[in-house]
Nanobody, 123 residues
């Protein structure tokens, strides 16, 4: 009912930058929080950054000062600008949205996930 598609992953050297983008589509009525999570090899998925519909942000301590999350409510998109990348940032990055569809009209919100995009930072 809601699809999330990420783009922008790739291979970059340590100290470099990448920008991830995610677009939500489908039977969207409303989106609350949007965010980015990541799963590194052998580790559990962890929060990277979230942003509310009003623009309030939250970051993992490990990325504060290096990553910036932003969104465009009109276009249902969320982006993650990643600067000063480190090898430990290597992971599959997932887009997430807390969304309500036109079937539930804001009475119910569910978590939706993208399929992930690989980010690899070489040392």
């Amino acid at each position: 009912q809601v699809q999330l598609v990420e783009s922008g992953g790739g291979l970059v050297q340590a100290g470099g930058s990448l920008r991830l983008s995610c677009i939500a589509s489908g039977l969207i009525f409303s989106i609350n929080d949007m965010g980015w999570y990541r799963r590194a090899p052998g580790k559990q998925r962890e929060l990277v950054a979230t942003i509310t519909s009003r623009g309030s942000t939250n970051y993992a301590d490990s990325v504060k000062g290096r990553f910036t999350i932003s969104r465009d409510n009109a276009k249902n998109t969320v982006s993650l600008q990643m600067d000063s990348l480190k090898p430990e940032d290597t992971a599959v990055y997932y887009c997430n949205a807390d969304a309500s569809t036109i079937k539930t009209m804001g009475r119910r919100f569910d978590d939706y996930w993208g399929q992930g995009t690989q980010v690899t930072v070489s040392s």
